[in-house]
């Protein structure tokens, strides 16, 4: 069954760096959040692309004797969530493939909304498909271009896809990127001086994987913008003419690093603003600010900063949840929360409590929080949200379930309010979280609050299911 899209994923691609592989399992690691399920890097000394990729996370895939059987000074690098189904070794990414444009490795952030389509008319054509992922198709489209040049076969097979990717690719001897023309994923540029020499150049999908590896930031890859990185040196030119902006609203709400820059704003900066308005939009009195870790941390700081309640971290986050634990054969309450969070009693006994979260999903995780929080002690628990409502599902990369697993697409504020057993609760405003991460130019999708998709979805009853079958 064909079930391309749910693709949270990080990209990285570095040229001119002899330990090309080496600096993308550093990018790779710190863009870890954004997908634990699969990591890989594909490397080029100029010859040849070698690849390995693997199920589990980026430190323990890839060791020190892995890495050195990637050699060359350019590479590329993934790292990729799926939460069913697909998780299969197959869909894991860099793909790389030899065909009529030589060896080429791609990675993809983001969702094509027409890869179903596209793959059909490719299969029809006599297209062999190995994997799942949507990603399969833009090599298939490369592949099967005229041009002579991976440049020019891109330029065609671009204009084809719709929806959102962030992309790199790697050939023998140099690396392309290329953003979709709404800009949906955030791609940073940066350089990296070596030894004098700054001829390194850095891509990835958040600033945090430049500042571990000692990189400068210089711009975003623009919508609609292809950046060819070669032995000429650099080169960038729009492969789609300007239209208007659908940057991603919720890699500054939840997804990105508070320490990283997308879309050119700070993720911390508009994390602080979204709690500072949520303050002064649902004021409530109490006590304490208390935020849920570690999503909710910069929002409850903004809060508190606002309210000028006090911030305390009465929630304490376990890191080292993994994914087996040993779960007793006597049921214990909300034992998976649990595991990840633990109340302060001493902090929360008596008090009345704001609660900051970043969002609100099923519903399910805010209700057992609220619970424990209580059970601490708290005389009054007011769950605050920092962005509005989840009323859409996500069709561009972020896994966010269904219309009818979306608490808020199918009741009010107050039953929400009853199902979390929260005292009180309040969602951040449209305006608000427009105003909290700058966006004046009407430049971000809100299609996950507003229901309002940015592209025509042509499959859209189709994408739907394909949700809900999950
Ligand atoms: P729930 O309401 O129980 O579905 O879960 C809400 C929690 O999930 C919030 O604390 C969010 O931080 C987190 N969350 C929201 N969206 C996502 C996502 N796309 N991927 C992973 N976690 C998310």
Redesign the pocket.
């Known amino acids: 069954m064909f079930d391309g899209f749910r693709e ?1 994923c990080g990209v990285f691609a570095i040229h001119g760096h002899p330990e090309a592989a080496n600096m993308s399992y550093l990018g790779l690691y710190a863009l870890q959040h954004r997908g634990q399920e699969s990591a890989g890097i594909a490397a080029s000394d100029g010859n040849v692309v070698r690849c390995t990729k693997s199920m589990g996370h980026v430190a323990d895939i890839f060791s020190p004797r892995v890495l050195s059987t990637l050699p060359g000074h350019l590479a590329i690098g993934h790292t990729r969530y799926s939460t069913s189904g697909d998780t299969v070794l197959l869909n894991a990414q860099p793909f790389s493939v030899q065909c009529n444009k030589g060896q080429i490795a791609v990675a993809h952030n983001g969702n094509i909304t027409n890869a179903k389509e596209l793959r059909e008319e490719l299969e029809q054509e006599g297209s062999i498909f190995q994997a799942t992922s949507d990603t399969e198709v833009i090599l298939h489209l490369v592949a099967r271009s005229r041009e002579r040049t991976l440049a020019g076969a891109l330029r065609e097979a671009l204009l084809e896809l719709e929806g959102a990717f962030s992309l790199v690719f790697l050939a023998n001897d140099r690396i392309i990127v290329a953003r979709d023309p709404l800009g949906f994923r955030p791609l940073a540029m940066g350089q990296l001086e070596i030894s004098g020499q700054k001829s390194c150049y850095v891509f990835a999908s958040e600033t945090c994987a430049f500042d571990l590896i000692g990189a400068v930031y210089l711009n975003e890859v623009e919508p609609g913008e292809m950046v060819i990185v070669g032995p000429e040196g650099v080169t960038r030119e729009r492969f789609a003419p300007m239209r208007e902006r659908a940057h991603c609203v ?1 890699e500054h709400v ?2 990105s690093r508070p320490d990283s820059i997308v879309f050119g704003r700070p993720v911390a900066q508009s994390r602080e603003m979204l709690g500072r308005l949520l303050a002064q939009e649902s004021h409530v009195d109490a006590d304490l600010v208390v935020p ?1 870790p570690d ?2 941390v910069s929002a409850a700081l903004g809060y508190s900063a606002e309210s000028k309640l006090p911030f305390r971290q009465a929630l304490i986050r376990n890191h080292y949840v993994g994914r087996t634990f040993i779960e007793p054969s006597q049921a214990i309450r909300d034992f998976g929360v649990k595991l990840k969070l633990n109340p302060v009693r001493h902090l929360l006994e008596g008090k009345r409590v704001v609660l900051v ?10 209700r057992k929080i609220v619970r424990m929080v209580r059970s601490a002690g708290a005389r009054e628990v007011h769950l605050r949200v920092s962005c509005p409502p989840t009323v859409s599902p996500c069709f561009y990369g ?3 379930p269904s219309k009818n697993e979306l ?1 808020a697409a199918n009741h009010s504020i107050e039953e929400i309010r009853r199902f979390v057993e929260a005292d009180s609760l309040a969602y951040l405003s449209m305006a608000s979280l427009r105003r909290a991460v700058g966006d004046v130019d009407q430049d971000f999708c809100y299609a996950c609050y507003s229901g309002n998709y940015p592209t025509d979805l042509v499959n859209v009853e189709e994408l739907m299911l394909a949700r809900d079958r999950r």
């Open positions: 949270e919720f939840y997804f849920v999503s909710g979260d970043d969002s609100v999903v099923r519903g399910t995780t805010s972020v896994d966010t608490i």
